[in-house]
């Protein structure tokens, strides 16, 4: 389908636009390639232009040309999504909001700023201003923008204490527009920003984000070895459940992640060796060391985040950071996204590890859910064919561990997020034509949709009920 | 048995003693006739003198010369305990520590101060020092210690979030001082506080105690009323397990508790409804209106600390207080402690309150436990008679809630401290001649004494393995 672009930057004079191939390519894209399957399906996707607006005004603008010429908007952060999230996979327009950079507040206990913004500089701000720091980040804080988390993740560094973006108390409000004729501006709050949370921007265009924060703390960065996988995963469970322990990530990876992909963190565990990650408050370092000595856990790494030793900050082994260090020694790896709920988080993962050998290396995330400690499980896959990779989910739901499918793009197949009525009437109503990121929503495109059983989701629709519990899609 | 006081006295020329035998009577006492069992069997406990040394020095010397006349030594400290924890079951010494009221030090993250100083005015000088406040304390916070708490508590306000006195992580430190002839002084760090955590004093005179504190948070009392009891257990259950919603308090009170007993709260519940009273920070209450709402929830109470309308702190009303203000309008009432514990905590208190009616009212304090959402039971009891009491204890036992028996006065009958070999060894290292509150310690005290089996402990021996999961006390 061919769009009428030369109209659309001619109506728009204020507007930057990116023209040239090789940037439209780049800016077209994320870490799809993660996933094979989305590797050979997504190479082609490509937008017509990428539109840079500098002001909440001229998305507005960008928006209602776009709407009278009937040209697709996919808004996108800094592309460091997993599932192509942001790939506009109908071309027309990416809507590249990494210029609306601007911090509106920062008070205690929350900050409000554009989506633009940078996770690592409104971090910085937040510590400056206030001594504050976001609840959680992805792996990705470096590069990722705020409006790119909210609509495109899940959670990450912190979920381990404050749960994910989809608990209540986490994303506080959202400034929307609308793709209509004349864009509206809305401003979700409360049990309402479910409507946008991990919908890829295919509900509105989120310009303003507003979070919840945290009392800034000086985290010491630690990695636990085992030499049996089975209690790497107990020490974490048990790390994870101490109440007290003030933590930002508990992270268990099986051998030989460390030793085949996180070159100095495998040579500190030594040869087949099973590691946990974590960041510990300094006030509770104490408490954690005697946690090793009652666990006789081996402390093979700990420092202060400002040391300089030559490893990263060791939340950039995790989450899926893990996975892209990995691809980066070994392309035919990728990955699997799924939950080991509570009470049988460890039994779980211990069972598939046994039972996958080397094809499935167990990564374990834990988090609170729903007031419990359970783990994501982000397993590196020797990848073999489609075929295989199904029958590896299938074995995993079968052991009561859901996948949330991370070799598709659209939410419904993926799994995250229910698509309910309340939601599917949000989307009506902020996008009635179906231009934001078309094809990522079946409930809207597909008039026979008719969604699969699902037993948990990660995020409510529309609706704020709690989702986990939930036991259908409609 | 006949304590030689006057040699004491005379001893100890720089220490001031109370002999006074009201104030000895009122100093021999706490709040045990919160069980009409310990009222009657208590009632004549005294000691003969009280000792109230100023400084360490002085607690150092009180405890040779005891020592060395075979005296009998109670510490205590404001007597806010419930089962006689700090009462001289043998006459002689109470060591009454509220004189020691230093505060050695409040950094980010944790404060060391003399366990005589009073909860309220250590949390008055970690917000004024640095914006901090103690991560939980009993609903006696006005008036109990820091060594009281640590020694005769295990919770209270705040374990919503941070668990207990039982986690690793909460209580950093402890000074101790032997009885021995030449006393010694002892600190315990790490998994070592557990050796004095909630052992009455019975294993060395605690000194100094350095916890945990938690950034300040302006925190927001509300109280939601339901007209249905398994309403009221479900939403404080559900608001206990948002993690992303940052509180301090979730406590769930039958009725015709607040009409019976909370005047004022009470009148705003209106007749029959059930309350959900919590303490909410600010940045999360607007989180929490959408709760309300998607519960359909009415609130009925909702203010900041600092405004005055009658009713007091909402942590006044929850806890032990809750039993408090009962006893006060009905002598007749008594109370239980139990563990409704993961995953059945509503379902284990809704049978119960269905099974016994008007006789046991149920008020539920919800809490982090090893990482999961339990709530401790407090319900209240129209007191019949002791066998009754017994019976009621069996049926929760039976239930799956195990009791915590408030009706004794020794550690191991009350059953929260797991009394261990490492436990009892410390014991006898620290007091070899058992003059430390003799009788609470059965394991010391009883050479053939041989523990019932236990599913639940609260606290750890010395050993500092987790003990809610153990099965045994030895």
Known sequence: MAHDIESLIAALPEVSFVTDPARVK??????????????DALDDVRADVIALPATEAQVAATLAACHALRIPVTPRGAGTG????????????????????????????????????????????????????????????????????????????????????????NVLAARVLTMEAEPRILELRGDDVQKVIHAYGTTGVVTE????????????????????????AAFGHALACQDALLKKLVTVL????????????????????HLVLTMIARESYEAFE?????????????????????????????????TLHALKVDRT????????????????????????????????????????V????????????????????????????????????????GGMKRIDPVQLAFKRETDPLGLLNPGKMRAFHEPDY???ARGVHLFAGGSGESTSRSTGTS
């Open 333 to 372: 790896i990728t990955y699997h996204q799924t939950l080991h709920p509570a009470p049988d988080s460890v039994r779980t993962a211990v069972e598939l590890h046994a039972r996958f050998g080397d094809e499935v290396l167990q990564h374990l995330e834990f988090v609170r859910f729903d007031g419990t």
């Open 290 to 322: 005697a946690m090793l000595r009652a666990y006789r856990a081996r402390l093979v790494h700990a420092r202060a985040p400002d040391l300089i030793d030559g490893l990263l900050p060791i939340y950039e082994y995790a989450w899926n950071h893990t």
């Open 374 to 413: 359970a783990c994501f499980g982000l397993p590196l896959i020797r990848f073999t064919t489609a075929e295989r990779l199904r029958e590896i989910e299938a074995i995993y739901d079968a052991s009561g561990c859901p996948t949330f499918n991370p070799h598709t793009v659209t939410l419904e197949d």
């Open 450 to 452: 008719a969604p699969a």
């Open 82 to 169: 997993n599932y192509g999230q942001a790939m506009p996979l109908a071309g027309g327009v990416v809507l590249d909001l990494s210029a609306l950079t601007e911090i509106r507040f920062i008070r205690w206990g929350s900050a409000r700023a554009q989506s633009g913004v940078r996770l690592l500089d409104l971090d910085d701000a937040a510590r400056a201003a206030a001594g504050q720091e976001q609840r959680m980040h992805p792996s990705t804080l470096r590069n990722a923008t705020l409006g790119g988390f909210v609509c495109g993740g899940s959670g990450g560094v912190g979920s381990v204490t404050w749960g994910g973006l989809r608990d209540r108390g």
């Open 209 to 232: 984000v507003e979070i919840a924060l945290a009392p800034a703390v000086e985290w010491i960065d630690a990695a636990v070895a085992f030499e049996d996988f089975a209690a790497a």
């Open 254 to 273: 099986a051998a030989p992640i460390p030793q085949s992909f996180l070159r100095l963190l495998g040579e500190r565990a030594g040869a087949g060796s």
């Open 26 to 39: 780049n800016k077209s894209r994320d870490f799809y390639w993660y996933s094979p399957i989305l590797r």
